[in-house]
């Protein structure tokens, strides 16, 4: 692989995360949210008919965002710093220098698997049993 395919395959790479967490916070996610805390932006106000039984009153007003999303913000942050970098060095502005880019995948890493293992735990059946029949589950418009 030449130097600037290796570079343009590191830009898609974060050009389709970017897609991914897009569709993700603009369907799934509020589809999700409207039972399940994990997916709330903590803009949402519900009223005692939105949420689980299971939700004490204290927890139905206003609150941060759920893990998950804060997830995304700081992998955001990440994937901006090596999209710079990597546009920086497809422009000749800076040379590719595998620890620069270790370093820039290192600010982000970390919060990336931790993302994925707890939205697979999450979206796992055990979990979703909590919050959705079956039925509605195929319903999903996903």
């Not at 979990?127 to 195929?138: F, P, S």
């Amino acid at each position: 692989m030449s130097l600037r395919s290796f570079i343009n395959t590191g830009l898609q790479f974060v050009s389709h995360l970017e897609a991914h967490h897009s569709i993700e916070e603009a369907y799934v996610f509020p589809s999700l949210a409207k039972r399940m805390p994990e997916f709330r932006t903590g803009k949402e106000n519900y009223d005692n008919n939105n949420l689980p039984d299971s939700q004490p009153e204290s927890s139905k007003a206003r609150r941060k965002a759920a893990e998950l999303l804060q997830q995304h913000r700081e992998i955001h942050k990440g994937m901006d710093g090596l999209e710079k970098y990597l546009n920086e060095c497809l422009s000749g502005e800076s040379d590719l220098e595998m620890g620069v880019l270790k370093t820039q995948l290192d600010t982000w890493g970390t919060v990336l698997w931790t993302h994925l293992d707890q939205e697979v735990r999450t979206l796992g059946a055990e979990n979703m049993r909590r919050y959705w029949t079956v039925e509605e589950v195929k319903k999903m418009p996903m």
